[in-house]
């Protein structure tokens, strides 16, 4: 959706920079103090270093293992996802790609964007079209949403039936699946007529247009273009690879989950103490925090929504963080040390360079008119 823009500012470039970079370093700044605040909190309300420590040595062979093999499986499942998503990316090049940006996005300020900038530039030297990235990145990014929207819904439906939950939460799950079913909707129907795109493109432009007034800046233009070209370029791919798709993104979260439940029980909170319904909920609504860049890959953020919800929910207090910091040690720190080597792999293989093959014709991008 690149034909998206902003009004051309009328100052010059250098005067623009000033206040981009002293805006980078007050987030920064901020992200740095809340995270500090967020772990002395941790270890001062729920345990100490020292237990913390304690609980993760008494690790067996076995439950390191089991650990190693969850994790493992964790970051292959993704895999999948995106070369189900990008034609003529092999595995190997999945993996390289997802563990690099990975790691830019956990460990960089604002590193959500500039993970973006890389899977191009990697997709690039590939041989893979500036159209063809997009698409990827757009499909893996819808799906990955949609997910993430439907799983607190799921959980919370379960613990209802479960009659973990009172009626009155009930309405949250019903009201997200609405909602949930409304974005579907909404994208099928984007799909289906390339006269509708361009409505929603239109529409929403000028809701867009009519804030940036507010805020005193220049309207956008091309939405209505922008939304035609991304109907374009992914309703062939979703025609043909929604169904493994959508299955493979819900393998893909649900192993991630599977690692924290994994990490839960080999550090002694019993399935009676935290279920795994709970244990799905808590973590389905902590990952919507990180919608919210406030730190780099929602670290701090995530802990603190981790520990206070299994916590509350029944888990030993020294259990639950030696748990949470054991399963952030490998989904979040271990991927940035795998991206180290990714991108240097990267970076060395010249017989991948321009080795993308030509898209298959069934998943061309469709034609002015077709759905």
């Known amino acids: 959706m690149t034909e998206i823009q902003h009004g051309a500012s009328d100052r010059p470039g250098r005067s623009t920079r000033a206040p981009v970079r002293a805006k980078e370093i007050t987030k920064f700044a901020i992200s740095l103090v809340l995270l500090v605040l967020i772990f002395r909190y941790l270890f001062r309300q729920f345990a100490g270093l020292s237990g913390v420590w304690d609980a993760i040595r008494t690790l067996t062979s076995g439950e390191i293992a089991a650990l190693v093999l969850a994790t493992a499986w964790s970051l292959f499942t993704y895999w999948i996802v995106v070369v189900l998503a990008t034609p003529g990316l092999t595995y190997p090049q999945a993996a390289v790609m997802t563990q690099s940006t990975t790691a830019v996005a956990n460990s960089v300020p ?8 890389l899977t191009y530039a990697m997709l690039t030297s590939w041989g893979f079209s500036k159209a063809r990235s997009t698409v990827s990145v757009v499909v893996t990014g819808i799906w990955n949403n949609f997910v993430k929207l439907a799983a607190p819904i799921l959980a919370l439906a379960l613990l209802a039936f479960d009659g973990r939950t009172g009626g009155a939460r009930v309405a949250a799950p019903i009201a997200g699946l609405a909602g949930l079913v409304g974005a579907i909707v909404l994208f099928a129907l984007i799909l289906r007529s390339e006269e509708f795109a361009a409505t929603v493109g239109a529409v929403t432009g000028r809701w867009a247009s009519a804030v940036l007034r507010l805020a005193g800046r220049r309207p956008v233009t091309g939405w209505d273009r922008a939304v035609v070209r991304f109907r374009r370029q992914v309703i062939r791919l979703v025609q043909h690879r929604w169904v493994p798709l959508t299955l493979a993104t819900i393998v893909s979260h649900a192993s991630l989950c599977l690692v924290l439940v994994v990490s839960l029980r080999v550090m002694g909170v019993s399935d009676d103490e935290v279920g795994w319904a709970q244990v799905l909920a808590v ?15 929602g670290v701090g953020v995530v802990e603190l929504a981790l520990v206070e919800g299994l916590t509350r929910a029944g888990g030993d207090d020294a259990q639950v963080v030696a748990a949470v910091l054991l399963f952030r040690l490998l989904t979040y720190v271990l991927p940035i040390a795998l991206g180290l080597g990714t991108y240097i792999v990267w970076r060395r293989k010249r017989s991948w360079l321009d080795s993308a093959p030509p898209l298959p014709w069934r998943l061309e991008p469709a034609t002015s008119g077709e759905a």
Request: hydrophobic share 55%; proline share 9%; no cysteine.
């Open 283 to 297: 973590f389905a609504f902590a990952r919507l925090l990180t919608a919210v860049p406030l730190t780099p890959g």
């Open 110 to 117: 604002i590193g959500g964007a500039v993970s973006v900038g």
